[in-house]
C-alpha cells in the first residue's frame, strides 16, 4: 500500500469545508474501498468533526444484499438528484435480515456536505457532482478478519464473492487511481 501521508480529521473537514459545493449547495464526498478496510470508522470520524453541516449516507443501505447492482441508481434518485437542486432527499434501506427494503424513508438533509461511504460509492458517473474522493485500503486478510468479526464466519463465502465483486467494480472504475486522497486503514486517521 502507498498510501497518502496521513492527515487528521480536522485537517480533512477543513480542506471539505474549504472547496466549493458541486452538488446543488453541498459537496458530496464518496468514502470508497473494499470492505472492512475502515470506511465507516472514517466516515463516523469526520461525521463528528463536520457536525451539524454533514449528512452520511452507507451505501450498504442501498444494497440490495449481496450484490452492487442498483445501489447507485438508488442513491442518485433518492438524494443526489434532489440536493442537486437544493431539496432533502430520502431512501429506502435495505434489511440485511429480512432481505427486502423497509418501506420507511430514511431523510437525506440538504447539508453542506454529504458524505457518501461504502464499495462502489465512488463511480466515475458521480465525477461531476463529487468534490473529494477519498480511497480507504487495508490488506485482504486484515479486511477478511475484520468482516467475519462483524457479520459472521458462516459468511465467509459471500465475503470472499464479494472481494471478487468490489475487486471488479473498482478495476473497471479505476477508483483507487482516480482518488483524491488515499489513506491506510490500519493506521486510521486520527
Request: proline share 7%; net charge negative.
Amino acid at each position: 500500500m502507498d498510501a497518502d501521508p496521513p492527515l487528521s480529521v480536522a485537517a480533512l473537514a477543513a480542506r471539505i469545508l474549504d472547496a466549493p459545493p458541486r452538488l446543488g449547495g453541498t459537496r458530496l464526498v464518496c468514502i470508497d474501498g473494499p470492505a472492512g478496510s475502515g470506511k465507516t470508522t472514517l466516515a463516523g470520524r469526520l461525521a463528528a468533526a463536520l457536525g451539524d453541516a454533514v449528512a452520511v449516507v452507507h451505501l450498504e443501505d442501498l444494497y440490495a444484499g449481496w450484490t452492487l447492482t442498483g445501489a447507485l441508481a438508488r442513491l442518485s434518485a433518492g438524494a443526489l438528484r434532489p440536493l442537486s437542486e437544493g431539496l432533502p432527499g430520502a431512501h429506502s434501506r435495505y434489511d440485511w435480515h429480512a432481505g427486502r427494503f423497509m418501506p420507511d424513508r430514511v431523510a437525506v438533509p440538504a447539508a453542506p456536505v454529504l458524505l457518501v461511504e461504502g464499495c462502489g460509492s465512488s463511480p466515475r458517473a458521480l465525477d461531476p457532482w463529487t468534490t473529494l474522493r477519498i480511497w480507504v485500503e487495508a490488506p485482504v486478510p486484515v479486511r477478511t478478519e475484520r468482516g467475519l468479526a462483524r457479520d459472521g464466519a458462516n459468511l465467509a463465502a459471500e465475503w470472499r464473492r464479494w472481494q471478487d465483486l468490489e475487486a471488479a467494480e473498482f478495476a473497471t472504475q479505476g477508483t483507487r487511481a482516480r482518488a483524491d486522497i488515499r489513506v491506510d486503514g490500519t493506521a486510521g486517521i486520527e
